[in-house]
């Protein structure tokens, strides 16, 4: 094994080269390596041309702030950059890699992020491509853009295929020809573990496709081990890969936290009574899953608040799973979850989810439309991409999608008397057409899936033809609160029912 220092890690990126990047969020990320390559350019010009391949957006933000100069930011600079391949991009759209997408001074393509880590992994196996019938009928859809994000981006990189009649998309190999990755730690041999990481997030496919594509693989680690002091299941590469590593000793924040990676338990504090619309929002999801479901959770309101309202209302007979990996324990910002029960890795999670594992999904929304389809890729002026959400639909049977009816300004107060709006927001959420089919919603009922919408002011069943309001929450008038506030034509059902009142307020918050 080659120790070596971030400066002469970044020498080994050629101008013109494929690199892939490690990370989701701030986790897992060789932040001193893409560092180190954005010093180098800075100083000197080179390397120049480069396309960046990443799992998903790599930043240290939270929530969809902060994140500047941090992670892809740093690489954001026109000339560096050639091309990015990646599922999601900055929730933040001042940030500098969407400002370069948006001004048009790097190619850009938003892939699923399932999909992404499945290529990967087809092109380390030596194969000539992958072929998938996920995202079908959505903006990755070739007759629908194949996910090209702006002007800049005129090469196509998949195409459609059919194999035994079912229609798939198609992507070729994504050779690499560096890999810039991030482990807790490497021995004396070279092998890389992950013992005090949250997830791998596909680590191992980006260490993979770059080696098997002639590459150079370089680490960045926390520490140095003797060969055999950590359990060998906690590797995750062997040393074999590996061209060289970088130490780097310190991580950031909760990067490293025992309770989120899995070396230790911990007793959780009650959850906050704070009711904001997003917490009626969740506790109304929560209250409609069945008993011992499995539930994937999505980016957002799901991953963020339906955890929080789900151990308030003591339903801990639900087990969680997050994309990124956790399964068990309660999810919370970042894919991560307290207490998690196991960990896979990426390829493994998108196996289970694209075959339909889970029993439901919990999933955010920012646009929807006449026929259902929801859209979270892009909307609004914000470019957040799809991350794993087309995988996802592909394959969970049963769906909801949470979100308000309105934002920009809302203000809304809950009690057991119903819903009080005070300012109504200044955007719909629902309009005509969306910006991006993410979802595809009359495809997805035809195939058999279920899917309902969740909002602060009702529920709505999506149907063959359209949307359905099924269920409305007390307080709200129906025609001022809501269907004045949708652009299209919505059924309501001939048996519209009341949701109940007690779904308004936590009932941990109550005094006894």
Same mark, same amino acid.
């Given at each position: 094994?080659?120790?070596?220092?971030?400066?002469?890690?970044?020498?080994?990126?050629?101008?013109?080269?494929?690199?892939?990047?490690?990370?989701?969020?701030?986790?897992?990320?060789?932040?001193?390596?893409?560092?180190?390559?954005?010093?180098?350019?800075?100083?000197?010009?080179?390397?120049?041309?480069?396309?960046?391949?990443?799992?998903?957006?790599?930043?240290?933000?939270?929530?969809?702030?902060?994140?500047?100069?941090?992670?892809?930011?740093?690489?954001?600079?026109?000339?560096?950059?050639?091309?990015?391949?990646?599922?999601?991009?900055?929730?933040?759209?001042?940030?500098?890699?969407?400002?370069?997408?948006?001004?048009?001074?790097?190619?850009?393509?938003?892939?699923?992020?399932?999909?992404?880590?499945?290529?990967?992994?087809?092109?380390?196996?030596?194969?000539?491509?992958?072929?998938?019938?996920?995202?079908?009928?959505?903006?990755?859809?070739?007759?629908?853009?194949?996910?090209?994000?702006?002007?800049?981006?005129?090469?196509?990189?998949?195409?459609?295929?059919?194999?035994?009649?079912?229609?798939?998309?198609?992507?070729?190999?994504?050779?690499?020809?560096?890999?810039?990755?991030?482990?807790?730690?490497?021995?004396?041999?070279?092998?890389?573990?992950?013992?005090?990481?949250?997830?791998?997030?596909?680590?191992?496919?980006?260490?993979?496709?770059?080696?098997?594509?002639?590459?150079?693989?370089?680490?960045?680690?926390?520490?140095?081990?003797?060969?055999?002091?950590?359990?060998?299941?906690?590797?995750?590469?062997?040393?074999?890969?590996?061209?060289?590593?970088?130490?780097?000793?310190?991580?950031?924040?909760?990067?490293?936290?025992?309770?989120?990676?899995?070396?230790?338990?911990?007793?959780?504090?009650?959850?906050?009574?704070?009711?904001?619309?997003?917490?009626?929002?969740?506790?109304?999801?929560?209250?409609?899953?069945?008993?011992?479901?499995?539930?994937?959770?999505?980016?957002?309101?799901?991953?963020?608040?339906?955890?929080?309202?789900?151990?308030?209302? &003591?339903?801990?007979? @639900?087990?969680?799973? +997050?994309?990124?990996?956790? #399964?068990? /324990?309660?999810?919370?910002? $970042? =894919?991560?979850?307290?207490?998690?029960?196991?960990?896979?890795?990426?390829?493994?999670?998108?196996?289970?989810?694209?075959?339909?594992?889970?029993?439901?999904?919990?999933?955010?929304?920012?646009?929807?439309?006449?026929?259902?389809?929801?859209?979270?890729?892009?909307?609004?002026?914000?470019?957040?991409?799809?991350? &794993?959400?087309?995988? @996802?639909?592909?394959? +969970?049977?049963?769906?909801? #999608?949470? /979100?308000?009816?309105?934002? $920009? =300004?809302?203000?809304?107060?809950?009690?057991?008397?119903?819903?009080?709006?005070?300012?109504?927001?200044?955007?719909?959420?629902?309009?005509?057409?969306?910006?991006?089919?993410?979802?595809?919603?009359?495809?997805?009922?035809?195939?058999?899936?279920?899917?309902?919408?969740?909002?602060?002011?009702?529920?709505?069943?999506?149907?063959?033809?359209?949307?359905?309001?099924?269920?409305?929450?007390?307080?709200?008038?129906?025609?001022?609160?809501?269907?004045?506030?949708?652009?299209?034509?919505?059924?309501?059902?001939?048996?519209?029912?009341?949701?109940?009142?007690?779904?308004?307020?936590?009932?941990?918050?109550?005094?006894?």
């Amino acid at each position: 094994m080659q120790v070596i220092s971030s400066q002469q890690a970044a020498e080994l990126v050629p101008d013109g080269a494929t690199i892939a990047v490690s990370g989701g969020g701030y986790r897992v990320v060789p932040e001193s390596l893409i560092t180190a390559v954005a010093d180098r350019f800075a100083a000197c010009g080179t390397p120049r041309g480069l396309t960046v391949i990443t799992v998903a957006m790599i930043e240290r933000g939270r929530g969809g702030k902060g994140g500047a100069s941090s992670g892809l930011n740093r690489l954001a600079r026109e000339g560096l950059m050639k091309r990015v391949i990646t599922s999601s991009f900055s929730r933040a759209s001042s940030n500098e890699l969407n400002m370069l997408i948006g001004a048009n001074k790097t190619e850009a393509y938003n892939i699923p992020m399932g999909t992404l880590v499945q290529l990967l992994r087809a092109t380390s196996a030596g194969r000539r491509g992958f072929a998938t019938p996920v995202g079908i009928g959505t903006f990755v859809d070739p007759r629908q853009g194949g996910g090209k994000v702006n002007a800049a981006t005129r090469e196509e990189i998949c195409r459609l295929t059919s194999l035994e009649g079912e229609e798939m998309i198609y992507y070729p190999r994504l050779p690499v020809d560096v890999a810039l990755i991030k482990a807790s730690a490497a021995d004396a041999r070279g092998n890389l573990y992950y013992d005090r990481e949250a997830f791998d997030h596909g680590t191992i496919e980006l260490a993979l496709a770059a080696f098997q594509s002639g590459g150079k693989v370089i680490a960045e680690v926390n520490r140095l081990v003797e060969t055999g002091e950590i359990h060998p299941r906690m590797g995750r590469i062997p040393g074999r890969l590996v061209h060289g590593v970088v130490v780097q000793p310190g991580d950031w924040e909760d990067e490293q936290d025992p309770v989120l990676t899995g070396a230790a338990r911990a007793d959780l504090p009650a959850p906050a009574a704070r009711n904001l619309p997003r917490d009626v929002i969740a506790r109304i999801a929560v209250s409609r899953l069945p008993k011992g479901a499995m539930v994937n959770l999505g980016a957002g309101l799901p991953m963020y608040e339906v955890p929080e309202q789900a151990r308030g209302m &003591g339903r801990d007979d @639900i087990y969680f799973t +997050v994309e990124q990996g956790p #399964f068990g /324990g309660w999810p919370k910002v $970042g =894919g991560v979850s307290r207490n998690p029960e196991i960990i896979l890795d990426q390829n493994e999670v998108f196996q289970f989810y694209e075959g339909g594992g889970p029993d439901v999904s919990i999933l955010s929304f920012g646009e929807v439309d006449a026929q259902g389809n929801i859209n979270v890729s892009r909307f609004s002026g914000m470019l957040p991409g799809c991350g &794993g959400f087309v995988n @996802i639909v592909h394959g +969970v049977r049963s769906l909801m #999608f949470c /979100g308000t009816l309105t934002t $920009g =300004g809302l203000e809304e107060s809950h009690g057991p008397d119903g819903l009080h709006i005070t300012t109504e927001g200044r955007i719909r959420r629902f309009v005509e057409a969306v910006e991006q089919i993410t979802f595809n919603a009359q495809r997805g009922i035809a195939e058999g899936k279920q899917a309902s919408i969740i909002t602060d002011r009702g529920i709505f069943d999506v149907r063959p033809g359209g949307l359905c309001l099924t269920q409305i929450v007390p307080g709200v008038d129906l025609r001022r609160d809501l269907l004045d506030r949708i652009p299209f034509r919505v059924e309501v059902a001939a048996d519209l029912a009341t949701l109940p009142a007690e779904l308004l307020t936590p009932s941990w918050a109550s005094p006894a």
